[in-house]
């Protein structure tokens, strides 16, 4: 199967640091991959620029979706999302004060936008709406969270946080998921159970492409790996490549700055 995302020889500098230094990449369809690196390599720098938060200053980033093929370095984030992929965050971005229910079903009504024709028509809203609701409740059930559906996110533990923000990207038709660091701070059992889910959705036509610090975790889960160092690509194969890749153990002994 072909690449689902295409990176292409993509720089990007601030000031007088070069946080991407011709980076080529590409993820393929239905896969799961890893991208680590040490501090500062220039791993979020690289989630910016595919999701448009950042536009490069060199290189282009390609979508591939349904068979058609889209340049989308330079879109904004919402154009991006719109095309189809997703992006969590290392801190989530949740409305703290809604039930986990309500954070799932306002999800992909904000990407709709306003029709006000529609809107004037309770029918095709009301179905809508019931399609979303029993979406989000299967999406529940199937995560484990169906008990906490009306409880309010900010009395949620750190993990099920971590996997509410991964099932509001399931909640939209989006297609590749971007996800930085859904490990961090999660208990190991949390983590595993995260991968475990993510894992199990690739069946479904889902792409995952994760930043990932817990190396030990991540690699368990994912077919592929890119590692980054200093803005470069320094290495990328199977895990078990990657773990005994002698470039990859100098550059993670040796921090950041090496
Ligand atoms: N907005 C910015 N302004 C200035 N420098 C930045 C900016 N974003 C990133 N950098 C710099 O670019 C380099 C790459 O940073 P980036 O955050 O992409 O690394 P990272 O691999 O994600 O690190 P970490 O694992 O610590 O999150 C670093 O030197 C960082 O200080």
């Known amino acids: 199967m072909g690449s689902i995302l295409e990176v292409q020889s993509v720089s990007k500098r601030f000031g007088g640091i070069i946080a991407l230094d011709k980076v080529s990449l590409s993820v393929p369809q239905g896969a799961v991959v890893g991208l680590i690196g040490p ?32 340049r989308i370095d330079g879109l904004n984030p919402n154009d991006v999302f719109a095309k189809g992929i997703v992006r969590t965050f290392q801190i989530p971005r949740l409305f703290k004060s809604l039930t986990v229910l309500e954070n799932l079903l306002v999800t992909p009504l904000q990407q709709k936008g306003e029709n006000p024709l529609k809107a004037l028509n309770p029918e095709v809203w009301g179905e809508e709406e019931r399609r979303l609701a029993r979406k989000a ?28 923000e991964t099932m509001r990207g399931l909640m939209t038709d989006a297609r590749l998921f971007l ?16 991968f475990r889910l993510v894992k199990g959705l690739q069946g479904d036509g889902y792409t995952f492409f994760i930043v990932e610090h817990r190396i030990e975790i991540l690699m368990q889960y994912v077919e592929y790996v890119y590692v980054m160092h200093n803005g470069k690509l320094l290495a990328e194969g199977k895990p078990e490549e990657i773990i005994s890749n002698e470039k990859v153990i100098e550059a993670y002994i040796g921090g950041g700055s090496a």
Not at 51 to 69: C, I, K, L, Q, R
């Open 137 to 164: 409740l299967s999406l529940l059930k199937r995560f484990g969270l169906l008990e906490y559906a009306h409880v309010k996110v900010s009395e949620l533990s750190g993990a099920h946080i971590k996997l509410l």
């Open 179 to 194: 996800l930085d660091e859904p490990a961090a701070g999660v208990e190991a059992g949390a983590a595993h159970e995260l």
């Open 39 to 70: 501090n500062g390599s220039g791993k979020t720098t690289l989630f910016n620029v595919v999701t448009g938060f950042y536009v490069p200053d060199a290189g282009e980033v390609w979508f591939n979706n349904n068979g058609s093929s889209e």
